[in-house]
């Protein structure tokens, strides 16, 4: 059963094999800790979300939809249940440079659009900085470029974790790069 | 740009309290649906005990006894005739009743032992860990 793919083995649990959940989880754990917890900052915490969230893909399970990807379903419940904790702490990065439509002033008054370069994920200092620099971005900002660039989720995945078409996904995955380019600029 | 946070170190425990936290979630569900189906069928129970005895009440009251009676008795030339009397005389919504209460009591009685199995189980899985 190891070689399943994770749709066949939410069918061999829905089928009454429990030994396939099991399975399921074990290859999300340490993904989805990680995921949270650059999301949340707070490990402690992050350990209680990802039992929270692991329990609710349990319980909703009659309700995923098995012509989508599992993992992407797991991770828009990850971002839902982080968000909520966010809130509830009252931390929420909404960003200042947004407006009320999401579209960011800050980022049209950039010049420069090349993407980042390479150099700047060399070394250990720049890698921390990039991590902080993450951190000042918005949560759905943060959500996609974790997912595109840490994770492999292709834009229209991501698209649905975080509830946005492609067209907006795609547009924010440019604008949170320059944010950051524009944020680690002085330290390249 | 591939962003790594490989170095997050994951608590060494997680992933077991997880399993554990949805193993105890399980056993919580079984043992609801363990009330539920004991609960119909107990209901269920009672049910056909009441069916029986209406049915039983439906039967003396239309003269179904009488007809098997003459059918074994004496009434082997007008057999046709004294079938079909058989047959109006059964309480038919009574019987569909009975057998519609009785597949209710025999499908809530299995997953009432199929989920005290597997909550047994369950549990003792828990309890080792």
Do not use: C
Not at chain 1, 25 to 48: H, K, M, Q
Not at chain 1, 142 to 147: A, D, E, S, V, Y
Not at chain 2, 26 to 37: D, K, L, P, T
């Amino acid at each position: 059963m190891e070689h399943y793919t994770d749709n066949e083995l939410v069918e061999a649990y829905r089928e009454g094999d429990d030994e396939a959940f099991t399975l399921l989880t074990n290859r999300y754990v340490d993904i989805l800790y990680r995921f949270v917890y650059r999301l949340i900052g707070n490990p402690s915490a992050a350990e209680e979300l990802t039992q929270d969230i692991f329990l609710k893909s349990w319980k909703s399970l009659g309700k995923f939809d098995a012509t989508k990807e599992w993992k992407t379903w797991l991770f828009a419940i990850a971002r839902n249940t982080s968000i909520d904790w966010l809130r509830k702490k009252k931390s929420i990065n909404f960003s200042q440079f947004d407006d009320s439509e999401g579209e960011s002033t800050f980022a049209d008054t950039l010049r420069d659009m090349e993407p980042l370069q390479h150099e700047l994920f060399e070394t250990k200092e720049n890698e921390v900085l990039v991590k902080n620099a993450l951190e000042t971005l918005p949560v759905d900002d943060q959500t996609i470029i974790m997912l595109h660039d840490s994770e492999g989720l292709t834009f229209e995945a991501i698209g649905e974790v975080v509830g946005k078409p492609l067209n907006t996904v795609k547009s924010k995955y440019r604008r949170a790069l320059v944010k950051l380019k524009a944020l680690l600029a002085p330290n390249i | 740009m591939t962003l790594t946070f490989n170095e997050i170190p994951v608590p060494k425990d997680l992933t077991s309290r997880i399993h554990d936290a949805i193993a105890k979630a399980h056993v919580a569900r079984r043992r609801m649906m363990v009330f539920v189906g004991s609960t119909f069928g107990a209901l269920s129970l009672a049910s056909m005990v009441l069916l029986v005895r209406t049915i039983y009440t439906s039967l003396e009251a239309s003269g179904f006894f009488s007809y098997i009676s003459i059918l074994f008795s004496d009434g082997s030339a007008y057999w046709k005739e004294i079938g079909l009397s058989i047959l109006d005389s059964l309480p038919v919504w009574g019987i569909a009743a009975f057998l519609a209460v009785t597949t209710a009591f025999i499908v809530s009685t299995a997953q009432v032992i199929r989920n005290t199995r597997k909550t047994f189980i369950t549990s003792k899985i828990i309890a080792w860990n």
